[in-house]
């Protein structure tokens, strides 16, 4: 099974599907994104893009609502604080580490600090 994302016109994720293998191989049987593609905008329109649930290719496995950046050929989750920076992975980074001593810890944005979660 291969999965694909319908991107709109500003890049944001509308939906993933799921395709049959079948619908994304040529007559040799090699898959190809771009039959893939093409099954998609065939069935129901739009722009699709290729996406892997393991992480495979696009960094990140898309999800309704994540960002197509075209110039990292990457998915990109939505911003989870306007402190956090996108590092080169595309992964979202708090500007100050969280710390390591195996407790549960929550992002105050105002405070810009890391919060122990008082266990209950």
């Not at 319908?6 to 090699?30: C, M």
């Not at 393991?54 to 998915?75: E, L, V």
Request: net charge negative.
């Amino acid at each position: 099974m291969a999965h694909f994302a319908e991107i709109d016109s500003n890049g944001v994720v509308q939906r993933v599907i799921v395709v049959a293998n079948k619908d994304t191989a040529d007559a040799n049987g090699n898959e190809s994104e771009a039959i893939g593609v093409a099954f998609c905008q065939n069935l129901l329109g739009g722009n699709w893009k290729q996406t892997s649930y393991n992480g495979n290719i696009r960094k990140h496995y898309a999800g309704i609502g994540y960002t197509y950046d075209a110039a990292r050929d990457a998915f990109i989750p939505p911003q989870p604080y306007p402190s956090w920076s996108l590092d080169a992975d595309c992964n979202w980074q708090a500007p100050v580490a969280m710390p390591t001593d195996g407790k549960m810890y929550s992002w105050d944005e105002a405070a810009q600090s890391w919060k122990e979660v008082p266990k209950e």
